[in-house]
């Protein structure tokens, strides 16, 4: 692969500068926490301390850590000052919108407003008498920002052919209306940050603080099922397979760049197609085998009969099995899909270059990059309920039969929405069946959105919280059926 020229590494390191600076946030609010807790109880915080350097955590900071060295390192490469003003403005920006009336005969007549010309991204002046509106004093007639015709509202966007009408900081509005009639006015202005990516940063930095206090609370809440998570968490990541898939992984998505799709120039939409297919199969099979070595063999060579000989039931084995399946499967999603989404950033530049495109700027790079962020969050969604699956199977099957029918569920799963959609579904024991498996089955589809992601279509938060809502409520009834299975299984 050829090196790109140091011009464009701005270009594609700005978005992992904007992404580490949101963990960066996340970070420090953290710390902030731990210092005060380090404070007012010292053996809570080395509790902390210990909890984040043994279990899981240690991995997922070590992700963390080089996105914040990112932050500091890269600093001089991009294109920091925007982002940084943006950041400090990001409360400050609003939609305003008041109607007034405006007197007969009334020259620079003064409204009161705040706002920066430059963050304007669209307004509407709308009035039933001819008035002219400034944004100084004395420019009503030599310099107006719009000439508002009775009855025809005026309006300019971002898209608008017309220049903005207004400069600088704007304070004040001054309306001029010549008639013999008062004028009802309504005013609407929206403004936004000049670097709007920025709104992500809380996202991102509640993201970081939700993973650490998730931990934390667990241990607190539920110490048994917290260790016993820990243990299998621990024990999963340490196996060869774990390394294995992970090594394939990251040079899957590396190969990803300089493999020639020949799509015309959709090189980028392949390989986020391609990165999310390949982190969500490794991550799912990954879950499917731990679930089946750490339930189906500890039972099978008594190693979960002297677990529960001490004081932890069967419940908290169960769940603490599952809990430490995820918290791998988290880890494994975590280190891939940070080289996901900074071979995406890169892939951008690299393939204008090679298709003598013109140069794109660095927030199609980011755009390109946090779109794939929600399809990394439901294919987490669909192994944790694959993953519950497999828990309440290895209660009673060996490997090879779990393999098999979360296989074959994965296939049904993704196929039975099809198929009652179909033609084949207008047939009424075709539409029952369908349902019923739907019903019994995890519907996969609704986490599988690689082609809208691909398509660079938006994902709306809402479909994000409806899918989460359907996994949790099916990986609760796995985890019944599993600890009902469980529950008279004979150890002896």
């Excluded at 809440?221 to 774990?242: D, G, H, M, R």
């Excluded at 369908?434 to 479909?463: C, E, K, M, W």
Aim: aromatic content about 10%.
């Amino acid at each position: 692969m050829m090196a790109l020229p140091l011009a464009n590494l701005t270009l594609w390191v700005t978005p992992l500068w904007l992404l580490g600076l949101g963990v960066s946030i996340g970070v420090a609010v953290l710390l902030v926490v731990y210092g005060v807790l380090w404070l007012v109880r010292p053996e809570t915080g080395r509790s902390i301390t210990r909890l984040v350097q043994e279990g899981v955590l240690a991995p997922i900071s070590y992700v963390v850590l080089t996105l914040v060295a990112i932050v500091l390192v890269a600093g001089p490469v991009s294109t920091t000052d925007r982002i940084t003003e943006s950041l400090g403005r990001l409360w400050s920006v609003d939609d305003y919108q008041t109607t007034l009336e405006l007197p007969p005969r009334t020259e620079d007549f003064e409204h009161g407003v705040s706002f920066l010309a430059d963050e304007l991204v669209r307004y509407e002046i709308e009035s039933d008498q001819d008035i002219r509106v400034a944004g100084e004093a004395g420019a009503a007639y030599s310099n107006p920002a719009a000439v508002v015709l009775g009855d025809e509202p005026y309006e300019w966007t971002l898209r608008a052919k017309r220049p903005r009408g207004f400069q600088g900081e704007v304070e004040s509005l001054y309306l001029t209306n010549e008639g013999d009639a008062a004028a009802t006015v309504s005013l609407r202005f929206k403004t936004d940050v000049r670097v709007p990516e920025v709104h992500q940063l809380p996202v991102i930095a509640a993201s970081v603080i939700a993973v650490y206090l998730i931990y934390v609370l667990l241990h607190w809440l539920a110490p048994n099922v917290s260790n016993i998570a820990i243990a299998t968490a621990k024990e999963a990541c340490a196996q060869p397979l774990f390394l294995l898939f992970l090594g394939l992984g990251a040079t899957a998505l590396i190969v990803y760049i300089v493999i020639p799709y020949n799509t015309f120039g959709e090189d980028v939409k392949m390989l986020k197609d391609s990165g999310l297919n390949t982190v969500m199969v490794l991550a799912i099979v990954f879950a499917l085998w731990t679930a089946s070595v750490s339930v189906a063999e500890e039972i099978e060579g008594k190693t979960a009969l002297t677990l529960l000989s001490k004081p932890i039931s069967r419940r908290q084995f169960i769940l603490g099995k599952y809990v430490g399946i995820l918290w791998s499967v988290a880890v494994l999603f975590v280190v891939l899909g940070a080289i996901l989404l900074a071979t995406i950033s890169f892939k951008v530049v690299y393939d204008a270059r090679e298709t003598s495109n013109p140069t794109p700027d660095w927030q199609e790079c980011y755009g390109e990059m946090i779109q794939v962020v929600p399809g990394l969050v439901l294919a987490f969604l669909e192994t944790a309920a694959l993953a519950a699956v497999s828990v309440a199977i290895s209660t009673r099957l060996p490997m090879l039969p779990n393999l098999l029918i979360c296989g074959s569920m994965y296939v049904v799963g993704n196929l039975t929405p099809k198929i009652a959609q179909s033609a084949v579904g207008e047939n009424p024991f075709v539409q029952f069946f369908a349902r019923f498996l739907g019903l019994l089955l995890p519907v996969l589809d609704h986490f599988n959105i690689q082609a809208t992601i691909a398509a660079g279509l938006p994902v709306p938060f809402s479909y994000l919280a409806w899918a989460t809502l359907y996994c949790i409520v099916y990986c609760a009834f796995a985890m019944l059926l599993a600890l009902l299975l469980f529950e008279d299984r004979d150890l002896a």
